[in-house]
């Protein structure tokens, strides 16, 4: 796009950038999406989580954030390995590589990430609070985890999408992305867990591990698309 | 607009497939890549697509001006995959890829009715038979404009008529000024294209 209206090109992109985004929020919602495996695998591990830590609702309620996130850490990564692997399956993935000489490779994995985020992972966020009840949560616990859910879930995300990068060439690489990608996710997961602690329990902070967790996730907004074009710019056969 | 490609390898799992295959394109040429499986004519064709490092030689354009400034921008890839999402409609799969890929071309319904695909838009790709679903990817090629068309097996799974049908359309680009790269087992039907031939190395 060298040498075109500065203007002109931003529009161009933000229209080739939105027509990627409804595709892919179009394909999570029809069939065999798959957009709401990762809500249904959310509701089971919290639905089960009381079961086997027993009815002690105290423990049951300082427990809660933490067990909120990691079940949506775990159900982020579950439909992670078919955000390249589908596209690339039939053929579309070449395409999208190709067209990544005209505008940047990062800027369509971005796009996908933030599609992927809309479709699979708001649900989560979505469904958060509801599943908070279960864990006897008091309301202010259940809003701050919710909030630090909303603003960290896309740090797992364009994580993910580098693993996912990595790993697409492998028929089972779903397994494989979830090992790569989990110790990276955890900051995101210590920043989340201690803002949603620190808005109830008093000493402990809110907004300095909050916005720490807002700064890993704009920080990896840059980090994973460039890592995942990378990758699969070289990554393709 | 002219697409060269100087002293070309490629390699396949670490084995050389071919060395020093070389062309040179002008406009309204078209060059058929023949030879036996295995010789690497998809190899070659994703080469000069550029998603496959080459093992030496490079692939350039000149000439393309500021929308095609290299090979990736100014060509259209039709592999042995269509691309296109069994659960969208044929409509929207086409409507994307005329949205994304820029530079737009005919309508998505006028490149339906050159295909003869005219009036299935709104059914969804899979319901599509494996001919009708070559075609819509073929529609592909016409909803944005490129120069330079790499077709690997372009003419899989259609039948005789399509096939002519598919000719005319190389004809027409072709005569539009731009330029066809196909691997293929079976006859094109293109008069005047070069042919280069491949061989099973060693």
Redesign the interface.
């Known amino acids: 796009m060298?040498?075109?209206p500065e203007r002109g090109a931003w529009a161009?992109a933000s229209?080739?950038m939105l027509?990627?985004f409804?595709?892919d929020i179009?394909?999570s919602i029809?069939?065999?999406?798959g957009a709401l495996i990762g809500v249904i695998f959310f509701l089971a591990v919290i639905v089960t989580i009381p079961f086997g830590v027993g009815p002690d609702l105290n423990l049951l309620s300082r427990i809660g954030p933490a067990i909120l996130w990691i079940a949506a850490l775990l159900a982020c990564l579950l439909g992670l390995d078919r955000l390249f692997q589908a596209d690339r399956?039939?053929?579309?993935l070449?395409?999208l590589?190709?067209?990544?000489?005209?505008?940047m490779l990062a800027l369509t994995v971005l796009t996908k990430c933030l599609a992927h985020w809309t479709g699979s992972v708001l649900p989560l966020v979505v469904a958060a609070p509801l599943l908070g009840l279960f864990m006897n949560m008091e309301p202010l616990g259940i809003g701050a985890t919710a909030l630090t859910l909303l603003v960290g879930t896309p740090a797992i995300t364009f994580i993910g999408a580098a693993g996912a990068a990595v790993a697409v060439a492998l028929p089972r690489g779903g397994l494989l992305i979830s090992v790569l990608v989990l110790p990276l996710t955890i900051p995101v997961l210590i920043f989340g867990v201690s803002a949603s602690y620190g808005a109830v329990a008093d000493p402990a902070p809110f907004l300095q591990p909050f916005l720490i967790l807002a700064a890993l996730t704009l920080f990896l907004a840059v980090l994973g698309p460039l890592a995942a074009a990378l990758a699969l710019r070289?990554g393709?056969? | 607009m002219r697409l060269i490609a100087e002293n070309l390898g490629g390699e396949r799992g670490g084995e050389t497939v071919f060395s020093n295959v070389g062309f040179t394109l002008d406009k309204g040429e078209a060059l058929i890549v023949t030879g036996p499986n295995g010789a690497g004519k998809s190899t070659l064709l994703r080469i000069v697509a550029g998603l496959l490092p080459a093992a030496g030689g490079k692939v350039l354009v000149k000439g393309g001006g500021e929308a095609f400034p290299t090979v990736a921008s100014a060509s259209h890839y039709l592999g042995h995959l269509n691309a296109m999402k069994t659960a969208l409609s044929v409509e929207e799969n086409l409507g994307f890829w005329r949205a994304f890929q820029g530079e737009p071309g005919l309508d998505v319904e006028e490149a339906l009715e050159t295909v003869a695909l005219g009036g299935l838009g709104h059914l969804p790709f899979g319901y599509l038979s494996t001919g009708q679903r070559r075609r819509a990817s073929i529609a592909k090629l016409l909803v944005s404009r490129r120069p330079v068309w790499l077709l690997d097996e372009p003419t899989a799974g259609l039948d005789k008529a399509s096939e002519e049908q598919f000719a005319g359309l190389m004809r027409g680009h072709l005569a539009d000024g731009g330029i066809v790269v196909a691997a293929t087992h079976l006859p094109l039907g293109l008069e005047g294209a070069r042919e280069l031939q491949m061989r099973v190395a060693g």
């Open positions: 060298a040498g075109r161009q229209q080739i027509a990627l409804l595709r179009r394909l029809r069939a065999g999406g399956e039939d053929g579309s070449d395409l590589v190709l067209n990544g000489d005209r505008h070289h393709t056969d």
